[in-house]
Nanobody, 121 residues
Framework: QVQLVESGGGLAQPGGSLRRACAAAGFTLSNYAMSWARQAPERGLEWVSAIYADGIVTYYAETVKGRFTISRDNAKNMVYLEMNSLKPEDSARYYC??????????????WGQGTQVTVSS
């Protein structure tokens, strides 16, 4: 049974930083690409970033490129999203997602429950 449990959300000031973590269980993390997505109440689901199974190939949405960094530690079954230079528009519920193959950023397979990130002064 696939389990994805996010942590590290919370409140940050504009310009601040937060680190999201996703603990993966029930599958072999090193065999799958992983992604982060977010959803704000007034907006639809927005893909944020993806990392292939090799941990080398990464992709970012234009809205976060240069500010966010995705990484993974397959030995620890963890995926991370480092968020810097946060803006109020980054406020959303952030979800970790397991992808359907080692090298896809389009084929979603499973989702975590999500945790809230709020950027406000």
């Amino acid at each position: 049974q696939v389990q994805l449990v996010e942590s590290g959300g919370g409140l940050a000031q504009p310009g601040g930083s937060l680190r999201r973590a996703c603990a993966a269980a029930g599958f072999t993390l090193s065999n799958y690409a992983m992604s982060w997505a977010r959803q704000a109440p007034e907006r639809g689901l927005e893909w944020v970033s993806a990392i292939y199974a090799d941990g080398i190939v990464t992709y970012y949405a234009e809205t976060v490129k240069g500010r966010f960094t995705i990484s993974r530690d397959n030995a620890k079954n963890m995926v991370y999203l480092e968020m810097n230079s946060l803006k109020p528009e980054d406020s959303a519920r952030y979800y970790c997602a397991k992808m359907g193959s080692p090298d896809t950023r389009y084929e979603y397979d499973a989702w975590g429950q999500g945790t809230q990130v709020t950027v406000s002064s």
